[in-house]
């Protein structure tokens, strides 16, 4: 038999057959699906935000789609519930959508696609429409902190979540009385002084530095963090064996922490900043002694008085020796605060007739006056957008015989220097106010001072010494200025006695 029989028999297999067969089936498939085109639905392969809570420092999400897209058709039917205004931008499949302010805290959300469809198709003239999605996030809990004054809460850190209209928790064992305290970024812990409640009796100081939960989630589900952990547990940060802490600074990042110490031998020559940084042992800052001091956003430095002017000094430095300032701004007595991004910042001039003035210094040497006043300028936080500074201003009553300075608190236009009042706060000196991290609210505290009682004891006591016996809070609604239609809104009375009232971020 010839080799040319034997190939003919093995083609005329039966398994050759049905396999040829599949072949030419298989290949005219596949003809039809490339003169078709790709029928596959196109979808949200990945949306950056889902279940998950922001705060106001995140300002944009992404939307990964499956395939490219009509862009004109997804900005058509994109919703956000309740409404987030913002801006949209591209990258292939990636579209970016930023905010134009920070989401109002305290709110769920649902972001909803439908109806739009993927580039135009030369094939079939029409691209497929995108399987419907909706994503869910939320913002963070609108919560503060304040400072007890009066019985079982006096001394103690108080949180009120108003979002989970939950009661007042007290954050402090009662043998601690505290002093000052700053939130974490995170909003799930705090940094405060405290000194024990016997030795406060005593009138001594020995104030130490502790951490506290406050049992606030900002992370995503199902994640574990600290900031799951339990309200109340408390950790200590700097004891006060061999140095009294005084005054105290947070950086904005939580990862540095500035303290202001006195050597308990030798009080006369070894004072200055020492720094706390995670996994680090406190260390000395050798630089000249100064007064107020703020850390800067970047946490790599801070602003602080020292003589005749504002010194910025690095807080890294290269050697062992004495640190050189990075820059200094002679002219300004006062840093009164940084705007969020480091980039511009509210200082005080004390001018040579009396007066005082309201500066903003930004990044790229401008140095604009915003106002001059007879009075003071306590305090000047900027608005999250950086178009608003509001500011704790005082204005001289004329009209008596004794020297008296009524507080208010105002809002400053950035571009134009216009100030509009807000609150008049009359007969009132010690105030201190805390704008919300989304810009929408405005804390306050409203003292009342018994003249006749000046015992000393661990009563709270103003900056001149004077005994309080209460304090009122109250909660302010704001607008951005250039939504302000002029409507007075009026403050609203919390019902929570206490002092220093600050928003968690």
């Not at 992404?62 to 309740?82: C, G, Q, Y």
């Not at 308990?264 to 000249?288: H, K, T």
């Not at 504002?310 to 300004?332: C, M, R, V």
């Not at 009164?336 to 903003?360: C, E």
């Amino acid at each position: 038999m010839s080799s040319s029989d034997v190939k003919s028999k093995s083609f005329l297999q039966p398994i050759d057959r049905v396999a040829i067969l599949l072949m030419l089936v298989l290949s005219v498939l596949i003809g039809l699906l490339l003169w078709q085109g790709d029928r596959t639905v196109p979808r949200v392969r990945d949306f950056s935000w889902q279940d998950k809570q922001v705060g106001a420092e995140e300002k944009s999400f992404i939307v990964t789609f499956t395939r490219p897209m009509d862009r004109a058709s997804v900005e058509k039917n994109l919703r956000i519930e309740p409404p987030l205004e913002g801006k949209i931008s591209w990258a292939g499949r990636r579209m970016a959508y930023t905010l134009e302010r920070p989401a109002p805290y305290g709110n769920s959300y649902e972001l909803l696609l439908q109806g739009a469809q993927e580039r135009y198709s030369r094939n079939t003239g029409k691209g497929a429409q995108i399987q419907p999605f909706t994503g869910k996030f939320r913002s963070r809990d609108r919560a503060f902190v304040y400072l007890g004054v009066t019985g079982t809460e006096a001394g103690k850190l108080i949180l009120v979540n108003l979002s989970q209209q939950q009661q007042a928790i007290a954050l402090t064992p009662p043998d601690l009385v505290v002093m000052d305290f700053k939130p974490y970024p995170a909003g799930d812990r705090i940094l405060f002084s405290a000194q024990e409640r016997s030795k406060t009796q005593q009138n001594a100081f020995d104030a130490q530095l502790y951490t506290v939960t406050t049992g606030i989630n900002s992370s995503l589900p199902g994640e574990s963090s600290s900031s799951s952990q339990e309200p109340g547990k408390i950790d200590r940060v700097l004891d006060s064996k061999d140095y009294q802490n005084l005054k105290f600074d947070l950086s904005p990042d939580g990862k540095t922490v500035v303290v202001q110490r006195v050597s308990r031998r030798n009080p006369g020559s070894d004072f200055g900043l020492w720094v706390i940084q995670p996994s680090e042992e406190a260390r000395r800052l050798e630089s000249q002694p100064g007064g107020e001091f703020v850390i800067h956003p970047d946490g790599n430095s801070l602003a602080i008085a020292q003589g005749q002017g504002i010194a910025i000094l690095p807080l890294q430095p290269e050697g062992k020796s004495q640190i050189k300032p990075l820059d200094f701004l002679p002219k300004f007595g006062r840093l009164l605060s940084f705007s969020q991004d480091g980039s511009a910042a509210a200082m005080v001039q004390f001018n040579q007739d009396y007066t005082r003035s309201l500066f903003l210094v930004t990044n790229q040497g401008v140095q604009k006056e915003l106002l001059r006043t007879t009075g003071s300028i306590i305090s000047a936080q900027f608005d999250p957008l950086k178009q608003t500074l509001y500011c704790l201003l005082t204005q001289l009553v004329t009209n008596t015989k004794e020297y008296r300075e009524e507080p208010y608190i105002a809002a400053v236009d950035l571009k134009t220097g216009k100030q509009t009042p807000l609150v008049l706060l009359p007969k009132q000196r010690d105030v201190q106010i805390s704008v919300a991290t989304d810009g929408l609210a405005i804390l306050f505290d409203q003292i009342v001072i018994d003249r006749q009682n000046q015992t000393l004891g661990i009563s709270p006591r103003t900056d001149a010494g004077e005994t309080i016996t209460t304090s009122n809070l109250w909660l302010l609604p704001v607008l951005p200025l250039s939504e302000d239609a002029g409507t007075k809104i009026q403050p609203e009375q919390l019902p929570f006695a206490g002092l220093r009232p600050r928003w968690l971020p």
